[in-house]
């Protein structure tokens, strides 16, 4: 959990920006909402290969993006 020293003639709202910015950082509202149900070990695992078959797929569309880029669909070379 962040903590913040509140410095002298500083504003209360300050504080708290620099608070939230630092709880931001440290991830603890997506571990919150993470934990906030239990989630079964096979379900956990399903998630995660899910996540990993989104990544690919998005890196193999960069890569065929880049590769095509300039050509249109009907021209070949």
């Known amino acids: 959990m962040p903590s913040v020293q509140v410095r002298e003639n500083e504003p209360f709202d300050v504080a708290l920006r620099r608070f939230k910015r630092g709880c931001e950082k440290a991830g ?10 239990y989630e079964k070990p096979t379900q956990m695992r399903k998630r995660k290969a899910a996540a990993a078959v989104k990544r690919y797929a998005k890196k193999l569309s960069r890569t065929k993006l880049s590769m095509n880029r300039g050509r249109g669909p009907g021209r070949r070379r």
């Open 28 to 37: 603890v509202l997506t571990e919150v909402r993470r934990r906030e149900f």
